[in-house]
């Protein structure tokens, strides 16, 4: 399994550019979630979704949109950048058999919008 | 709502010392507690976990017993090692609000030699 992988790992972008983060994941898993990370702020939830076709906005979804047509895709896209959206954006999936479930994170993205 | 507030760094500690890193809760359910280590450049990675009140959750020498009554998942670890520093994570998962996780603020370590 080559668990959950991220595309690109560095972009930098200039304002009022689009963009789109794509991760996938192989392990079968219902559940994906992206997450952004700001230094010293934790990670916070941008979207998440339970399963194909479905999709949910969590703590900070402005600015952004997503979609899941497949169990194994699940990208992230920005609209128009702006500098707030400098992060690194890290992609999970959380799956597993009962009693052994965990969250499993890809590599991050690194994004710079200047 | 749900949160997870844990201490902040940064600590710096010197090889072999005791480590603690104090994390609370606040759920509205009966949640599961992890915590999540990164290093410099990586993505999290699952550390230990509990998913029921006096569960302890251990690996790698690091232990975290999940405490209901007082809503804490404390890290400790008796002796560190330069090989730990790194970002550690508190974190819960509420599957009353659909699996959602919910990540406190990361505290950073430092082990000198």
């Known amino acids: 399994n080559a668990g959950v992988t991220q595309t690109p790992k560095f972009r930098i972008l200039k304002i009022g550019q689009s963009m789109t983060l794509q991760c996938t994941q192989d392990?079968?898993?219902?559940?994906m979630y992206w997450y952004r990370q700001d230094p010293g702020m934790g990670l916070k939830l941008i979207y998440y979704s339970v399963g194909a076709g479905i999709t949910d906005k969590g703590e900070v979804p402005n600015g952004y949109n997503v979609s899941r047509s497949t169990t194994e895709d699940f990208p992230l896209r920005l609209e128009l950048a702006a500098p707030s959206q400098t992060s690194v954006y890290f992609c999970a999936s959380f799956g597993g058999k009962e009693g052994g479930r965990e969250q499993y994170f890809g590599p991050g993205t690194r994004l710079t919008v200047t | 709502g749900d949160s997870v507030t844990q201490m902040e760094g940064p600590v710096t500690l010197s090889e072999e010392a005791f480590l603690t890193i104090n994390c609370t809760y606040t759920a509205t359910g009966y949640p599961s507690l992890f915590w999540y280590v990164q290093y410099p450049g990586e993505g999290l990675q699952l550390l230990l976990k509990a998913t029921k009140a006096d569960d302890k959750g251990s690996n790698k020498g690091f232990e975290a017993t999940y405490r209901k009554e007082t809503t804490s998942f404390h890290l400790e670890k008796g002796s560190v090692q330069v090989s730990d520093s790194a970002v550690y994570f508190c974190a819960l998962r509420d599957s009353s609000t659909g699996n959602q996780f919910y990540f406190g603020t990361g505290t950073s370590l430092t082990v000198i030699p």
């Open positions: 392990m079968n898993h219902n559940y």
